[in-house]
Every structure is written in C-alpha cells, then in structure tokens.
C-alpha cells in the first residue's frame, strides 16, 4: 500500500487521519452550493432525535481512549445496544501495539441482521477517541484527550439508529455493523499507525470466508455545516457503491451535503478493506478550502459543535440505500 500512496501523492492530495491540508479538487459531476436542509419525501424513519441521544451517551461516557473505563463501558454498552436490537453480536478482542509501544487492549463488535444471508453489506465506524488533542490551538490543551463527538461518536450514533431501524424493517437483506477500535492512535505521516482495529478485523475474518459485498464507512458524519465529496480511495475502488449513495443523496434532497465531486484522499479504516479486497466508501467530513472539520483532534469536539440535522442526512441516505437499492 505504501508504493500505491507515494505515486499517488505526486498525482493527488494524500490526506491521512494524521494530516490535515487543502487543495482544489477534481470534477466527477455536479458541484453545489453550501448545504441546505429542508423536508424530504421519504418513507425511511431514521430519527435524528434518536442518533443524537446516541451520540450524548458515548460522550458522557467521556474520552473512549483505549485501556480507560471509559473505553471498556463504552464498549459493554454497545455490545448490549446492538443486541438488544437484535443483531447477532461477536466481539474480537485484540492486544494491539501502537507507534508509541503502548499494548492497546482493543475491542471490535460485530453485529449481524440477517446473518444467514449471502449478499452481504458492512457498515462501519470507529468508537475510540484520539488520546490527545494535538491539533487544538491552544498548547496547554495538546495533551488531553478529545471527546471525540464528531470523529468517533457521530459515526457510531448513525449506526446504532440503523440498527434499531433495521430491528423493525421487513428486509431481508445481510447487514453487519462493525464499531472498529483502535482508529485513532496515531502519528503524523506513518499511515499504518492508524486503523488497527479494522486492519486486525480484515486479516482476521470474525466469522470464517467472511466477505461482504461491499462496505460503508462513517466518519465525522455530525458536524455543522459539513459537506460529503466524494472520498478519493472510495471513488477509484468502488465508483458503482459511490454512484448509487451519492444518487440517493441528491434524490432526497441533500446533494448540497453530498457534492458528487472528489474531495481528497483519506488514509481510513476503509482502506485496510480495500486491501483485503471489498470495495469500500468512506463517507467523511472533508471542505476542501479547509480540510477536516474544524473541531477535528481539538478539545472543542464537543457535543456543543453537533448538528442533528447532518446526523440525519447521512442517516436517511445510509437507510435509504439499504431499503430500497
């Protein structure tokens, strides 16, 4: 993976989850204003209100750094979430070494709907928070853990409301739902410092010959005024899975948050799926004026800086595909 990323860093912006930079990006379709939300005709149920109430419970959890309690009840309440919403629930444990040589003890959960299907989906999204906020303007902050509303948080809470809507739907389609540990110990240009739970999960199939047809990834999906372009890996990988979501987003009426236009490239959990070989989109928060969202790895990722309003838009366009595609 590395030879692909140092050619294509000489063609295209490389952002990792480390890096935070900006430059002008390629036209694949239709470029829009700022984002809008108004009403929408659609029969999904995806409840804003409910996502939010998820994200509110991880974060008063506090910091979900992994080896803290505040990881470990984080972690037990999601597995009983899931299985209260009657998904078939596996965790896979994991001492994973970060850059730094801390033995990150690390949990991904797995949860199936339908699990006796063949056509399989994944979505995913990581649970853990950076340990410290070192993109935060103030030095004195730097090392202290984020509360990771957005990038952690948001993502999950999308997820976790699928869930309880798939609990109640009449599909039979396979869904997985994956909440992926250990994202988010990183460092700055050391790409394989990140995504160690979903490497591990990828190496390490949870159930044997696992191989769903394709994946979904949810990061930073809560903040005000965030915008959806089309992620640069997901689009060269998987441009059918990206046509389809960014086609439903613009016929519920959000294509102002969904521009079909490349965004960046961005070093995710998704691109240990790429690897393994499922194609895979990872649907983030990228501007590209100004990169991440601007409460990104600071101590203001806070729930003061979510809007349910994008909560649902990436919710309704996640739903939206899964019912009716």
């Not at 599909?171 to 739902?177: A, K």
Request: aromatic share 8%.
């Amino acid at each position: 993976m590395q030879n692909v990323v140092t050619i294509l860093l000489s063609i295209f912006l490389l952002i990792s989850c480390g890096s935070k930079s900006a430059k002008n990006t390629d036209e694949i379709g239709e470029n829009t204003n700022a984002p809008t939300f108004g009403s929408i005709d659609t029969d999904v149920k995806f409840s804003a209100d409910s996502a939010y109430a998820y994200l509110k419970r991880q974060v008063d959890f506090g910091p979900r750094v992994p080896n803290t309690e505040a990881h470990r009840k984080a972690a037990d309440w999601l597995v009983a979430e899931l299985t209260r919403h009657g998904a078939a629930v596996q965790e896979q444990r994991a001492d994973l070494k970060a850059f730094d040589g801390t033995e990150l003890h690390a949990r991904n959960i797995f949860g199936q709907f339908n699990p006796e299907a063949d056509n399989r989906i994944l979505l995913l999204a990581h649970y853990d928070c950076r340990p410290w906020a070192d993109e935060d303007p103030d030095p004195a902050k730097r090392s202290r853990p984020v509360d990771g509303a957005n990038d952690g948080a948001s993502g999950v809470a999308v997820l976790l409301e699928v869930a309880r809507q798939l609990k109640d739907s009449n599909s039979n389609r396979g869904v997985d739902i994956l909440f992926v540990d250990a994202e988010d110990w990183g460092e700055e240009d050391n790409d394989e410092s990140w995504a160690m739970g979903a490497r591990y999960f990828a190496n390490n199939p949870i159930v044997e010959g696992y191989a769903p047809k394709e994946a979904i990834l949810l990061d930073m999906v809560g903040g005000k005024g965030a915008v959806f372009p089309v992620e640069y890996f997901s689009q060269q990988n998987a441009p059918a899975l990206v046509k389809s979501l960014w086609n439903v987003a613009s016929d519920l009426g959000y294509g102002s948050v969904f521009p079909y236009r490349i965004g960046g490239g961005v070093t995710d959990d998704h691109v240990e799926l790429i690897k393994a070989g499922i194609p895979a989109v990872d649907i983030i928060e990228y501007q590209p004026a100004t990169g991440f969202n601007p409460h990104w790895h600071t101590s203001t990722d806070n729930i003061d800086n979510i809007d349910p309003h994008t909560l649902k838009a990436v919710g309704d366009v996640v739903m939206t595909y899964l019912l009716k595609n």
